[in-house]
């Protein structure tokens, strides 16, 4: 444990470096990521400008949702964010030099690179959180919401591993990873709006429900379903060993680059 | 002569790029498929306690969603990521020494790709140009094509911001924020209210997508005007591209040998 945190350590040190040789183009995505979220924002408030709700949620709520499923996913980004590299390594030859290190592979790819870009998007999604849920949400109750968000994060951890994990049997071509992306961005929406099966697909099959609908659901309406955050806790302990030992099972197809 | 045959030969690079990444295929496809899914439920619950929205009524939201949906597979390739990276490890030097204008090979290659993507999705084009009918589908054919022309000038006129920024990741995140929410990909450009679209639509962005989709709808109506904007608007960006390119160039260094 001390050894990685002294890698963690290293590699925080090496990435700042890294953003200090970049700064402009750094200081540029951290501005640019700023004024997604507003426009993300303008986008609501366009829609809300022509209709009361969306699925049954009303303007702050849903501005609600979305700041914390904007905190939940950038709690995600900065401690797994980078598996999305692991293609880019696999065919610059970097994953040999990963697995030179006398470290676990998945702990190396994940840390390899950081971005601070996350914690941008963090503390804007507690601010959008904070303005809409002040004084109309229980807080008293943020710890379930807390404990909802962590199984929603570490799951979609593990299903990101997995989809990494296609790379290797693939020809590293192909990983559903930028489709589970893709997907990521609807949960700033109501789930209830969608139809009863992929409501059911999105909270049981891929839990991301957990990174937002439900715990901000919860926050707003106060209803709190144990029965789903039991669910979510054993979803999340049987996904994260079940993905670790599928990578661990994928990198021996390895064949290096020839670099 | 020689020039013409260099870009064709451009040109079936992109084509050949674009055939070989089998894998971009299955994710092009699929990402397609889970955003018009998701944006069509989305709509449906807004459409559900109104009727008209911006003057469109929901089928209408339907078929700009699909259309939208067939211009964004042409508009895809990453430019901003491959030129910075090539620019941070040197290899920028093999496209610069080659005896054609690398803005040029940039373009040829682009449209290489989206003609590519043109065919392998034109069963999709096919489909939906029952719902607009055969005017309509003509001058999609002709401002999407000049829609997607302008698009990939604008892509590597931001790419060549990554020869001062070095990392692409910023200019790309901009590009993208812009594309985004000013070119109609997720929603009509107009909906950002009278005032703000007064603003926009004197950008070459709604041009991308917005245009093409609402000329298409119109069945046609206004595709003289829309035409002669976008292909002002490409002129321009390859021009402003050429400028920034020899700026650039001048900060080009070359370490070792």
């Known amino acids: 444990m001390a050894g990685k945190i002294t890698l963690l350590h290293t590699f925080i040190m ?9 700064k402009k183009d750094f200081l540029i995505g951290l501005v640019v990521s700023l004024i997604t979220v507003v426009f993300d924002l303008l986008f609501l408030k366009v829609v809300f400008s022509h209709v009361d709700q969306i699925g049954g949620w009303t303007e702050w709520q849903l501005m609600f949702l979305y700041g914390m499923v904007t905190v939940n996913l950038a709690m995600f980004q900065m401690l797994y964010g980078n598996l999305r590299s692991l293609k880019g390594y696999l065919f610059s030859g970097e994953m040999e030099r990963i697995l030179w290190q006398p470290c676990c592979p998945l702990f190396a790819v994940r840390f390899r690179a950081l971005s601070v870009a996350p914690l941008n998007r963090l503390i804007v999604g507690m601010t959008v959180l904070m303005v809409y849920g002040s004084g109309r949400v229980n807080w008293s109750e943020v710890g379930v919401a807390f404990m909802y968000s962590a199984v929603g994060v570490s799951s979609l951890a593990s299903i990101m591993v997995l989809a990494s994990s296609v790379l290797f049997y693939t020809h590293y071509l192909y990983t559903p990873y930028d489709n589970i ?51 979510g806790i054993l979803f999340a302990i049987v996904a994260k060993v079940f993905s670790n030992r599928v990578f661990r099972k994928a990198l021996s197809r390895f064949e290096g680059s020839n670099i | 002569m020689r020039a013409i045959k260099l870009k064709i030969a451009w040109l079936i690079a992109g084509v050949k790029v674009q055939y070989f990444d089998k894998g971009i295929h299955i994710d092009t496809l699929l990402r397609g498929g889970i955003q018009f899914a998701l944006m069509y439920y989305f709509w449906k619950a807004v459409f559900s306690s109104t009727d008209l929205i911006g003057g469109r009524d929901f089928g209408t939201y339907v078929t700009y969603l699909m259309l939208s949906l067939y211009l964004q597979w042409l508009m895809g390739y990453p430019n901003i990521h491959f030129i910075g990276r090539d620019i941070k490890t040197g290899a920028i030097v093999n496209a610069l020494i080659r005896p054609m204008d690398y803005g040029v090979q940039m373009r040829y290659k682009n449209i290489g790709i989206a003609l590519f993507n043109a065919l392998l999705f034109s069963p999709f084009l096919i489909f939906i140009s029952g719902r607009i009918g055969l005017k309509g589908s003509l001058s999609f054919l002709l401002l999407g094509t000049l829609g997607t022309l302008t698009y990939i000038q604008f892509d590597i006129f931001m790419a060549y ?58 069945g046609g109506d206004g595709l003289l005007g829309a035409a ?25 260094m070359i370490n070792g040998g």
């Open chain 1, 181 to 231: 992306t893709e997907l990521l961005k609807y949960m700033h929406y109501p789930l209830s709006i969608f139809p009863p099966g992929v409501f059911k697909v999105l909270t049981l099959g891929l839990p991301f429900a957990f990174l937002g609908y439900l715990p901000a659901k919860g926050l707003i309406y106060a209803e709190w379903e144990l029965s789903f955050l039991i669910y």
């Open chain 2, 228 to 252: 002669v904007t976008q292909c002002v608007w490409a002129g321009v960006l390859i021009g402003l591209s050429h400028f920034l390119f020899h700026r650039a160039q001048k900060d080009v």
């Open chain 2, 161 to 218: 911001f990554t020869f001062w920024t070095e990392n692409g990741w910023g200019i790309a995140l901009l590009k993208n924020g812009i594309l985004m929410f000013f070119s109609g990909k997720l929603f009509p450009t107009d909906l950002l209210g009278p005032h703000a679209y007064a603003l926009i639509k004197f950008s070459p962005f709604p041009g991308m997508i917005f245009r093409p989709i609402q000329v298409a709808l119109n």
């Open chain 1, 14 to 22: 090496m990435h700042l470096k890294t953003m200090r040789v970049y």
